[in-house]
């Protein structure tokens, strides 16, 4: 029994080292991005009558390269929002153990560098700040942040539809640099879910289920910008109204 738990306190220092690595790499590659990709001429591959921005009173993602950025932004919000609710419950540090706590407070560093970094990206690209996507509104409903299946469970869904999310937008990035650098955000996303997919079932095969990546071709799932949409809507979690009429 003991040496199980050697390994298993073992497995949880490496993730979290590993998660850790992952983080400031990727929050040196966001400067790259936003710096690299202020002077594109066509605002992102957008059209001009497909900007990020209001219509008839609602927000919408917009289309090309800068809708896509802005739908991946939309997701980020919502994953660093929920981090930033567990870590700072009154009753993070009894609900999960100290190993649990510093994997849930790497997650919680990455959605926020995440999230800052798309805004940041967007920010260096678009003509007018209406263009950006405003900060949007969560309510969690009966959701227990003191209940650590309930909270593990949410991260689950949320990080499992991240990857998907990315996943299956790349198909319609165009520039080069904004899909390379997505690759390397979902790389971190997968990790997060295989991370959280692990401390529910410790030692077992579900960082990789076969609910997530195909048997027989070895690859992860990949969802149109609608059908996460859709799937996002469905938990009832963002309070904030906006609309994706540009994407796919």
């Known amino acids: 029994m003991k040496k199980v738990q050697v390994e298993e306190v073992k497995s949880l220092h490496s993730r979290r080292n590993f998660l850790r690595i992952s983080g400031i790499t990727l929050a040196g590659a966001g400067l790259v991005m936003a710096g690299c990709s202020s002077d594109d001429d066509n605002n992102g591959g957008t059209k001009d009558d ?43 540090g009894s609900t999960f153990n100290s190993e649990e706590q510093a994997v849930l407070t790497d997650l919680y560093r990455h959605e926020v560098i995440h999230r800052e970094f798309f805004k940041a990206a967007i920010s260096g690209v678009i003509t007018s700040q209406d263009q950006l996507l405003p900060a949007l509104e969560f309510d969690y409903g009966s959701l227990s942040f003191s209940s650590r299946a309930q909270v593990l469970a949410t991260a689950k869904t949320l990080e499992d539809t991240g990857v998907a999310a990315y996943n299956g937008a790349g198909r319609y990035i165009t520039t080069p640099d904004y899909l390379v650098l997505a690759g390397k955000i979902v790389s971190v996303e997968a990790r997060h879910a295989a991370a959280i997919r692990s401390l529910i079932n410790p030692g077992s095969a579900d960082f990789a289920g076969d609910d997530v990546v195909d048997p027989t071709t070895g690859l992860g799932q990949a969802l149109k910008p609608s059908q996460i949409i859709t799937a996002v809507s469905a938990l009832d979690v963002i309070q904030t109204k906006f609309t994706a009429q540009f994407l796919p």
């Open 50 to 92: 497909q900007k990020p921005g209001v219509r008839n009173g609602v927000f919408d993602l917009g289309g090309g390269d800068l809708g896509v950025l802005t739908y991946a932004y939309a997701l980020e919000q919502l994953e660093a929002d929920f981090y930033t609710r567990v870590v700072n419950s009154n009753t993070f």
